[in-house]
């Protein structure tokens, strides 16, 4: 079996010794990102037995695992685009919503994927396109594309269409399109809906709407959004996964469902609703802490 390791800085170091020991000890060509690799050598002067080095996206093994929190996650999944590669999350510090797997479970974890008790998630991602390629990058969001106010005080208005039907426009200081998966992330912070991981929606939420009837949208997950941006300063911004690049005013938006989904390995006791609780406290009385 062939794993590959991506991971971000401020790692435990007993945490990532428990990995690679867990892994060595089930004899598991192990391949680690480049980056990665280079911070487990010089903070912790950390020399593995690997099987190579991944120094760009081209690179072919049977699972991917993610050590950070969500953020790493998210960056691991632009990586691994379309390869149809199933992704496992390990967090490094606080419960994540996509990194779910804490130090304490590594073990049971990778017994139970080694003896296939495990189940795979199919997560919905968004496409982004424009008439002429300006988005430099992956153009695909697993979480959420947002389009924003850049380097001004003053608002934008986004023109949004519906499978070519008007729907509204938006004053505010910017709009998320998120997934079901995205939808705890930067949807939720403003006001969002939460949505089970799997639905088959999206969520269209304004940002500091400048009007209060601008309330979250949730649309079926085959529609075909399209948006046009007015600015005062003639650019706005527009991230993806917190991948950001500058656009002209005038440019139009597509966004629509991608042709291929994420692979996400869950446990099978480890569920969405478990991960809620636990994630946003419900049923824990503060004063009681």
């Known amino acids: 079996m062939k794993i590959a390791i991506f991971g971000s800085k401020h790692q435990k170091r007993e945490q990532v010794e ?52 969500d953020g790493t996650f998210l960056r691991t999944t632009s990586v691994i685009g379309k390869k149809n590669i199933p992704i496992l999350g390990i967090n490094a510090g606080r419960l994540g919503f996509l990194a779910d797997v804490g130090e304490k479970d590594l073990e049971e974890t990778f017994t139970d994927i080694f003896n296939g008790n495990y189940r795979i998630e199919h997560r919905s991602q968004l496409q982004l396109s424009t ?17 924003m106010k850049q380097d001004s005080a003053s608002m934008i208005t986004l023109h949004a269409h519906i499978n070519d039907e008007y729907l509204t426009s938006y004053e505010a200081d910017g709009l998320i399109v998120a997934t079901p998966t995205g939808s705890t992330a930067y949807s939720l912070s403003v006001g969002g ?61 597509t966004i629509k469902k991608a042709d291929f989904t994420l692979k996400v390995i869950k446990r099978k006791e480890n569920t969405f609703y478990n991960t809620l609780r636990n994630k946003l406290m419900w049923g824990i009385d503060p004063r009681q802490s």
């Open 18 to 69: 428990k990995l690679f020991s867990i892994l060595g000890d089930n004899n598991i060509e192990i391949y680690l990102q480049e980056k990665f690799y280079n911070y487990l050598k010089d903070a912790f002067h950390l020399q593995y037995n690997i099987a190579g080095i991944i120094k760009d996206e081209n690179f072919d093994v049977d699972l991917v695992v993610s050590i950070g929190g």
């Open 131 to 147: 008439e002429k390629k300006v988005y430099h990058g992956f153009n695909y969001a697993l979480n959420e594309i947002a389009i």
């Open 193 to 253: 809906p939460i949505m089970t991981p799997t639905t088959s929606n999206f969520v269209i939420s304004a940002i500091a709407p400048h009007s209060l009837g601008n309330r979250p949208l949730v649309i079926p997950d085959d529609s075909i959004i399209t948006l046009e941006v007015e600015s005062r300063n003639d650019n706005f911004l527009i991230s993806l996964d917190g991948r950001s690049n500058i656009f002209k005013t005038g440019t139009r938006l």
